[in-house]
């Protein structure tokens, strides 16, 4: 397969188009979702890979162009991996993680009212797939382990990030700054895994 010049990063969210951005190589020209003007399309898929999938396939068809997106996650164990595949979802019609993160909190209220004093295991989960036009380039899937902060902290990031503590460490992805983060989160685990495909 010869060497990719030119992708477009399936995404309208402008944090993830930011990492994505900064963890591809320097020759590779990026394209964003905003210069086509481009609506996301429906996800209906019932994983992530699903998911990443559709988007890679919609925008990739819309513009003739080779296309990566990505689709990630928070899962929290104890809320049966909720909120998962419909994490942005949580934070109603306007993406508003102000409002996804006071639900995950009441619903962890809801299933355990000591959950404070324990270690609430969560994951994030990232699927990345590259598509051109109707034919899957490839497909990864990158985790990061880690737990539920009892209270949102830190103003980096995007999303769950202020919630979220990853494994050995004490600083939520909200405290740690960004090029600190892109070195050991979900989109850098699963990227390491597509790298060889660009």
Same mark, same amino acid.
């Given at each position: ?6 992708? !477009? ?10 990492? +994505? ?24 898929? *019932? ?6 999938? +559709? ?12 296309? *990566? ?9 104890? *809320? ?20 996804? +993160? ?34 899957? +380039?490839?497909?990864? !899937? ?57």
């Amino acid at each position: 397969m010869e060497k990719i010049s030119k992708l !477009l990063i399936g995404t309208n969210n402008k944090g993830k188009y930011k990492e +994505i951005k900064a963890l591809l190589p320097k020759y590779i020209k990026t394209h964003s979702t905003s210069e086509f003007k481009l609506k996301s399309p429906r996800e209906n898929g *019932l994983t992530f890979t699903e998911n990443s999938i +559709i988007k890679s396939k919609h925008f990739s068809k819309k513009t003739k162009l080779i296309c *990566l997106a990505d689709d990630s996650g928070l899962e929290i164990d104890i *809320l049966d991996k909720s909120p998962g595949i419909y994490s942005a979802r949580w934070g109603g019609k306007k993406g508003d993680f102000k409002k996804a +993160i006071k639900r995950v909190y009441r619903e962890l209220s809801n299933r355990d009212k000591n959950w404070k004093f324990k270690k609430v295991k969560a994951r994030f989960i990232c699927a990345l797939s590259i598509c051109y036009l109707d034919k899957k +380039i490839v497909s990864v !899937l990158g985790k990061v382990e880690g737990y539920i902060s009892t209270k949102p902290k830190g103003k980096n990031g995007f999303g769950y990030d202020p919630i979220f503590i990853p494994k050995n460490k004490r600083k939520t992805f909200g405290e740690i700054s960004s090029s600190r983060k892109y070195k050991i989160d979900h989109r850098f685990n699963a990227f390491k895994k597509i790298k060889r495909f660009l």
